[in-house]
Every structure is written in C-alpha cells, then in structure tokens.
C-alpha cells in the first residue's frame, strides 16, 4: 500500500487490497477516496469490491476516478468538498501519485503557495508541478466549469534513467563523476532501494534481511532529479519517456535500466500461495526470511527447488537456496530424513561447463534429485502438490510431486512498457548492440542489466562492469566522438556450496572464463573460503559504498576492438 500522509486528516496509498482496510478502520479511516478508473490492469481490484468492503467496516467510499493525466477541475472541486467534510481520508490511485496531485490541485485552487506545494511533493518524491500550474498561469478562473489541468511542459534533461536500481543510481554517479554539470533525472516510483544478492544469505540464515534495504532518496547522488513515477511508454522519435501521470520527459541520451519482471502468474495458484502452505523464494524481500523459517523448521520430508526457462537473473540462484538449505540440513544430522529434489527446466546443472563438476558433488554430497528438463506449471498449496511438465514436450502430462517446502524460482519477462514498445527486440528485451549498449535502432538510447537482450548473465556483476561502458560511451557522444568502449560479457555468479564456502563462477560471452583473481590466488572452479569471505563480507560494502557511488574499481571500460576480438 505504502501510505504517505499528508496531515493528520487526509493521506494516500497505491492500490489498495481489501485485507488492508481492516488496518485503516483501525486507524480511524472514515472516508476511501477511489482516483482509479476500473480496468486500468489485470490485476486491480474493482471499486465496488472496494466499496463493499469498506462498507462491512462502516467505511464510506466516494469515486472520483480518472485517468492519468486527466485530472479536470470537477474532479478537484469533489475532493474538496470532500475535505471540507472534516472526516479522516484514504485516497488510493495505482501508485498514489494520482491521488497526492488531486490533493495539490485543491490546496492549488484555495490559494496555497506554489512553491510550499511543489517542495512538498518532492518530500514525497511526487512532481505536482503539472496538476498545479494551470491555477498560478491564469488558465484557470473563478468561472471555470470544467478544464484539464495537465500542463503542456515536457521538462528536458540532458540524461533520463529509467530505474533507480543498481544500474540507474550507478551510471547517475559514474556520468556525474565525468561531468558534475549534467542534468540528469531518475524515474522510479520505488520508496526503497535492495542489494538483491544478499537475499540468497537471508535465505541460509546468514544475513538480516533488513541490512539489504536502504531508502531510495537516500541513494540517488546529489544534484538528481528524481521523478517517482510509472514509465508507462517511450516516444523515441521525439526523445519522450511517457509518465503515468499524463507527463512527458524529454532527453537527450535516455537509459533503460528498469530490470525485469517476476513472471509470477506464469505458474498456476503460485501467487495465491506464496508465503505460507511451506512455498517460498528468494527472489523476494519478504519471502527470504520465510525460507529460512522453513530450512530450520523441517526435520524430514521432501524439499523441492525449482528454477525456470532461461533468462532469469542470477541462474545460480535457485540452486544456491538448495545448497545452503541443505548444509544446513546436514550439520544439524536431519539431512538423511529430508528428500531434496532439484527441478531445473534446462538440460544442463550450470550452464557453462567448467563449473558443472564441483557443482555436482555437492548435488551428490547432498544426495539431491536432479530433475534435469522439468518445469514447474502449477502449484496446490493448500495441498502441498507441485506440478511439472517437460520442458521439451509441449504436450507432456503433469507430473505431481508433493512437498512440505518448495522454494520458487519464477519465470521472468521484460516489463510490459520496455516488451511493448518500439525499444523491445525477440522476447520483448530491449534490443542493444551487445558491445556498446547502444540501441541498435535509436542511436541516443541506451541500455543496462536485466531488460537487455545481450547474451550474458544477468547479475549485478555484469551491471558493475556494463554501467562504466554506458557511461563513457555517453560522455564521449555528447563531446562530438566516437561511442569507442565496449562490455565483454562479464558476468558473475557466487555459488553458495556450503556456508562458509563458494565456487564462484566468473565469465563472459560464449562461456569464456573472466577470472578477476589469480588461480593462486582463488581457484574459481572450486570451492574456497576466500570467495565467501568475498561474497559475505566484501561485496555488500562495495556496492553501497563504491559501486553505486560512482567508484568503478576492478571495472574500468574496455576498448570496444579489445571486445569484439
């Protein structure tokens, strides 16, 4: 929901879920606002589902529902008389941008400072500027009946990033640390910020999970702006990013670096019974610590982990929770009680091949099932029933396996605004040149990390290596040269064996091995101490503290002939 108050009378949310409003009742909630049309995605719940629900509380709701963008004076007139009302408020919208603007164009209307308005936006990380300027520019009278209220302003930046995640706030920096004068915004709806990687050691019991969240607004390098909101689209013949709110975003060079999405629809009841019924991952927040509540909690049983079709982020991932869950097992003498079976959808354990040997004997010193070209399709949670297909025949029965703990890898896609747009290439990932990052159609667009289409793995340490290529190839564009770096592939993966031990598998393009260290040093083909002690230890400091600050040590772009030969 994540709620942000306004005063003590009024605050909104993003979408509400109807096992919310009970927490509202209790906070004294009389009134639900509704600023979201019905349909607007699969998703959504309907307002009157909303609206009936609320009512079972004593809860009144009023709908002033709009698109985004298309906020008219009669909607702003509703909500303040609605105001006016002195009752307790919840505005909801898809993101609660809506809902804080709707809020800004009645405060707009009464006379309030402009200034006072667009500072307190930017608190909350909302641009209002748009939903307010028509009432200080004249086009908005006492006589009025019934205008929109969007602005026709485009603000333009030097640098748009879409995504304020490890490859966003990281180029910001290192661009920054080219140029200081850029001007540079960030668009990313998202309040908090996750060094993804570390949930793999929440997952073993070995990190908090709170020590891989940090504050969005605490991130982003000074002198950025931040724009929180959706990207809904891209105009690239016009340089435009399209906004949520009705507002467009005009660049100079834009950078996409959005992520992917977690496909978890794709999988049968997998969404309803996620977080309970034993069914788990990694791959979220929330979810880790419930995998380690799970791992010290079975004692015998069938264990069951699943990993998806490729391209996933961190192919590692799914058998790193099997492996930790598993010394876990065995330190504790409950492993010989407790069946673990690996479902992979692919053919192969690992899929590049000098690591495959040291990953399989710890699959055989856990005593593990290797289901190899099984895909998991559907889930009974209720019933603790997992149901898989082969993944080389289309019409191949289910097979059911029953579990008391299945940890879920889900299939993964590119986001619907980047695979729906002009951007996208096969399978809806953005469409680069593999070695400069440069779109191959739009020559000032470029990409970073999981969205892309490049054949490499998607890790944080490909986004390590990719963010200094992208931003000297930038630099050097807006200076009149040449776009002459290029990234090789890079790509890391520490494979968790064992607490305490990783085989940590470093390579690029066509599987070639890319040791950063000696092999005296650290053998990445087996299993050392050394790499934990990395991988615990190291890289969390490095990526809050040099990665996304702009420090790019061990990461400096490489000449493009250098790559491509």
């Not at 794709?266 to 799970?294: F, I, Q």
């Not at 192919?315 to 876990?328: N, R, T, V």
């Not at 899929?351 to 559907?378: C, F, M, T, W």
Request: glycine content about 10%.
């Amino acid at each position: 929901m994540n709620p942000i108050r306004i005063n003590e009378e009024f605050a909104v949310s993003s979408q509400l879920a109807v096992s919310e409003l009970q927490g509202l009742k209790d906070a004294g909630v009389q009134l639900l606002v509704c600023n979201r049309p019905d349909g607007e995605s699969a998703e959504q719940i309907p307002f009157s589902e909303i609206s009936s629900a609320a009512a079972e509380l004593g809860i009144e709701t009023v709908n002033i529902a709009f698109k985004a963008g298309e906020q008219t004076t009669e909607d702003v007139a509703a909500l303040k008389e609605i105001l006016e009302s002195g009752k307790k408020i919840h505005a909801y919208c898809r993101t609660g941008n809506r809902s804080f603007c709707l809020w800004a164009a009645v405060q707009a209307s009464s006379g309030a400072s402009r200034e006072e308005l667009i500072e307190k936006g930017k608190s909350a990380g909302i641009d209002v500027s748009s939903a307010i300027s028509s009432y200080y520019d004249g086009k908005i009278t006492e006589g009025t009946k019934s205008a929109k209220l969007l602005s026709a302003e485009k603000p333009l930046f030097d640098i748009v990033i879409v995504g304020a995640g490890s490859g966003g706030i990281s180029v910001a920096s290192s661009l920054l640390k080219r140029k200081a004068k850029l001007r540079i915004a960030l668009i990313d709806p998202a309040e908090n910020h996750h060094y993804q990687p570390g949930w793999t050691m929440v997952g073993g019991g070995v990190f908090d999970v709170s020590s891989t969240r940090r504050k969005t607004k605490d991130l982003i390098p000074s002198g950025v702006s931040w724009i929180k909101q959706e990207v809904l689209g891209f105009i690239p013949g016009e340089s435009l990013v399209e906004l949520d709110n009705g507002q467009q975003i005009a660049y100079q060079h834009l950078i996409v670096s959005p992520g992917l999405t977690l496909d978890w629809d794709a999988v049968k009841g997998l969404r309803e019974t996620l977080g309970k019924n034993g069914v788990t991952s990694n791959y979220l927040y929330e979810l880790a610590p419930y995998t380690w509540e799970l791992v010290k909690e079975l004692k015998s049983g069938k264990a069951i982990f699943t990993q998806p079709p490729m391209p996933i982020k961190c192919a590692g991932a799914p058998q790193k929770a099997l492996y930790l869950s598993a010394d876990h097992w065995l330190k504790n003498g409950v492993l010989k009680n407790i069946d673990i079976d690996f479902h992979n959808a692919g053919g192969v354990l690992f899929g590049v091949a000098d690591y495959v040997p040291a990953l399989q004997s710890y699959i055989d010193k856990y005593q593990a099932n290797l289901r190899l070209n099984h895909n998991l399709v559907e889930i009974d949670g209720e019933k603790k029933i997992a149901y898989f297909k082969s993944a080389n025949e289309e019409d191949s029965e289910l097979v059911a396996e029953e579990f008391d703990m299945i940890h879920v890898c889900p299939p993964q896609k590119a986001p619907d605004f980047v695979a729906n747009s002009a951007l996208a290439g096969d399978g809806g990932w953005m469409d680069v040149d593999q070695f400069t990052l440069r779109h191959k159609k739009f020559e000032n667009i470029w990409g970073l990390g999981d969205v892309l289409n490049t054949p490499n793995a998607k890790t944080m340490a490909a986004v390590r290596q990719q963010v200094p290529v992208v931003a000297q190839n930038i630099y050097d564009v807006m200076a009149g040269r040449e776009a002459g770096k290029g990234y090789d592939g890079y790509g890391s993966c520490p494979l968790t064996v064992e607490n305490g031990k990783i085989v940590l598998a470093e390579f690029g393009y066509g599987g070639k091995l890319l040791p950063t260290f000696p092999s005296w040093l650290l053998e990445g083909t087996k299993p050392t101490r050394l790499a934990w002690i990395l991988k615990a230890d190291l890289l969390p400091p490095i990526y809050w503290h040099a990665m996304l600050k702009g420090r790019e040590w061990l990461a400096a772009p490489k000449n493009l002939n250098e790559v491509k030969n």
